[in-house]
């Protein structure tokens, strides 16, 4: 009789694939109305062991926003890596490019939403605070731009994520068109 080998996952495999769950379910409700169990039944396991891993709700989301902006700086990254100049403006526009690309997976840019309609949690205000400290910072050291053409790249971001959110397209009408023209997104 042949034996099966079980592969037992280790804690950290486990909280890895927890916080992928994680910004694919509060992505889709949200913060508040999103409950763990959710969550747990999504990464395929109990609402007990993500308690394990997590002590709760707010520190799981956290967590989620977390890797978002992990994800961010590393498309930012991967963009100027890409650019074939140290100019500070095309450096900026690869990385929006890359940025552009990687919103095009709703989940992380609704979960930095839904983030930023729970800011009434000290945790989670302080999360979306780092994460775009993070962002800010590796935009400014990555291109050497000046202050406010960073300002422009974060709010042509902000830009982006209403586009993509509400799905605004040029054809919606002129006033569309003003809010649309000139940004890619996918």
């Known amino acids: 009789m042949a034996q099966t080998m079980i592969t037992l996952s280790t804690a950290d495999e486990r909280r890895h694939a ?8 509060f992505a889709r409700s949200g913060y508040q109305a999103t409950p763990v169990a959710d ?8 609402t007990a062991y993500v308690f394990k891993l997590y002590p709760g709700k ?5 967590a989620a926003l977390e890797r978002c902006f992990v994800r961010v ?11 074939r100049s140290d100019d500070p403006a095309v450096l900026l526009d690869a990385m929006g490019e890359a ?7 709703r989940s992380l840019l609704m979960l930095q939403v839904h983030a930023m309609s729970a800011v009434d949690v000290p945790a989670i205000a302080a999360a979306l605070r780092l994460g775009l400290e993070r962002v800010t910072a590796f935009a400014t ?17 902000q830009l982006c994520h209403l586009i993509t959110a509400t799905g605004l397209e040029a054809g919606d009408g002129p006033w569309a068109e003003s809010i649309v023209a000139g940004i890619r997104h996918y």
């Not at 700086?73 to 650019?83: I, T, Y």
């Not at 940025?99 to 997976?105: C, T």
């Not at 990555?142 to 042509?156: K, L, N, S």
Request: charged share 20%; glycine share 8%.
């Open 18 to 25: 927890v916080v992928d769950s994680a910004i694919a379910v």
């Open 141 to 157: 050291e990555r291109t050497g731009a000046e202050p406010a053409a960073i300002q422009r790249f974060i709010a042509y971001g």
């Open 58 to 62: 707010e520190s799981l989301f956290v």
């Open 73 to 83: 700086v590393d498309a930012l990254r991967a963009g100027a890596d890409a650019a």
């Open 99 to 105: 940025y552009a690309r990687l919103i095009a997976d």
């Open 39 to 46: 969550v747990a039944q999504h990464a395929g396991i109990s």
